[in-house]
């Protein structure tokens, strides 16, 4: 393809072509995600017993940890994977629209976003998932000419893939820390000292705490099984974007009360066993997340497509819309900030407030993002980190700035 061919063909996403819908639920999985990643971000996660105990919060930090990992804990990254599957698929459709090659340009993009995940886990947040994500969109390849039932069966593998794995003993905890050891030892971390580097710590040490701390991301990534459901998920949103089932919602609805109806008539018993098992690595934590955790994320999903097609829920959700066009930006963003809470290069206030401060806190971060996403986009076309994984993948200089018009 010659350079002029490339400039005319490949263009991102404009505003005629995206579905607003998918952003409203982009916008709405990215609060669940802030709301299940502020156990991380504030450090209580690493806090031992005795410091929770001893918080005077100690009684309803229980109610609310409890609570998150009932109704939060792995349901919205689980949405927002099917997502990544459903953006997936609109890229193929667009691409073979103009007659393009689709290979080259997606293993560039998710490249990328790989680069941006390093950054990301280096100098904020060593819990990154974008990492992962790109390495798992790279696998979808693959199945981009594959028929509807053989990407159902192999979604279907992936997603019970960590309960077989539990069962059988396959990858025990701990496999990938040796080399995050050797970087504690050569640093000086312990991991009763993490907390106080993290929370006190300048710059440079935070760095290095997180670059030996990432190989703990990876151990639970792949041990506990979360790299399959990613990538399960990755392809039933494929699957659900090449099938186009997003495109007219009202004439799906009895199908969508159904889908709310067992997702929370199945997922809320199962996640009530998986939330009363949590931290036991038993074979019964394991199965109810497999078997519960999908099911409570897409009745959370269908609600929000029943208030969508509702009289006035378009209007109610819109405010959603913006949040979700920025989804990287802002869950960089979340990180950025929450870092500058907790951290040392901010106010410190890591592994001194357990779940009755951190949540009004994590909620009060997005609806920041809300305002700032909405204000943000009235004069730009994509959000920053956006505009960059756009100019960086292909290959050309778009506008940041709209076009002022008179």
């Known amino acids: 393809m010659d350079s002029h061919g490339r400039q005319a063909g490949w263009a991102p996403t404009s505003g005629e072509e995206r579905h607003e819908f998918?952003?409203?639920?982009?916008?709405?999985?990215?609060?669940?995600?802030?709301?299940?990643?502020?156990?991380?971000?504030?450090?209580?996660?690493?806090?031992?017993?005795?410091?929770?105990?001893?918080?005077?919060?100690?009684?309803?930090?229980?109610?609310?940890?409890?609570?998150?990992?009932?109704?939060?804990?792995?349901k919205f990254y689980t949405i927002f994977s099917i997502l990544f599957g459903i953006g997936?698929?609109?890229?193929?459709?667009?691409?073979?629209?103009?007659?393009?090659?689709?290979?080259?340009?997606?293993?560039?993009?998710?490249?990328?976003?790989?680069?941006?995940g390093v950054a990301h886990a280096l100098f904020f947040w060593h819990d990154d998932i974008l990492q992962f994500y790109a390495f798992c969109g790279a696998l979808l390849l693959p199945f981009v000419s594959c028929r509807d039932r053989t990407i159902v069966i192999c979604a279907a593998l992936?997603?019970?893939?960590?309960?077989?794995?539990?069962?059988?003993?396959?990858?025990?905890?701990?496999t990938f820390l040796g080399p995050g050891d050797l970087l504690f030892e050569r640093f000086g971390f312990t991991p009763e000292t993490r907390v106080d580097v993290w929370a006190g710590g300048g710059l440079?040490?935070?760095?290095?705490?997180?670059?030996?701390?990432?190989?703990?991301?990876?151990?639970?990534?792949?041990?506990?099984?979360?790299?399959?459901r990613i990538f399960g998920c990755f392809l039933l949103g494929f699957l659900i974007g090449r099938n186009e089932l997003f495109r007219n919602l009202p004439a799906s609805r009895r199908m969508i009360e159904r889908l709310v109806i067992i997702g929370f008539a199945v997922g809320i018993p199962l996640n009530l066993i998986y939330a009363i098992t949590y931290g036991s690595e038993s074979w019964l934590h394991a199965a109810s997340a497999t078997l519960g955790i999908l099911p409570l994320s897409a009745g959370y999903a269908c609600l929000v497509a029943l208030i969508w097609i509702a009289p006035g829920g378009g209007t109610r959700l819109r405010c959603f819309a913006p949040v979700g066009r920025m989804a990287l930006t802002n869950y960089v963003g979340q990180s950025v900030v929450c870092s500058l809470l907790f951290y040392g290069t901010g106010l410190g206030l890591g592994g001194r407030v357990g779940p009755t401060v951190y949540l009004p806190i994590g909620i009060a971060v997005y609806a920041a993002q809300v305002a700032a996403s909405r204000a943000w986009l009235t004069r730009f076309r994509y959000g920053p980190l956006e505009w960059l994984w756009r100019v960086l993948t292909y290959g050309r200089w778009f506008p940041l700035r709209k076009r002022v018009t008179t």
């Open 88 to 116: 997936f698929s609109i890229l193929i459709i667009r691409t073979r629209a103009k007659g393009l090659v689709f290979h080259r340009f997606f293993l560039r993009r998710v490249f990328i976003l790989y680069l941006i």
């Open 22 to 74: 998918l952003d409203v639920l982009r916008g709405v999985a990215l609060f669940g995600i802030i709301v299940a990643n502020m156990i991380l971000y504030s450090l209580y996660a690493y806090l031992p017993e005795t410091a929770k105990t001893g918080m005077v919060t100690a009684s309803s930090d229980r109610v609310l940890d409890f609570l998150e990992l009932l109704l939060i804990e792995g």
């Open 204 to 228: 440079p040490e935070i760095v290095r705490l997180n670059l030996g701390s990432w190989f703990n991301q990876l151990d639970y990534v792949v041990t506990s099984g979360m790299i399959f």
């Open 158 to 174: 992936a997603l019970v893939t960590p309960t077989v794995l539990h069962a059988v003993g396959g990858i025990p905890p701990g």
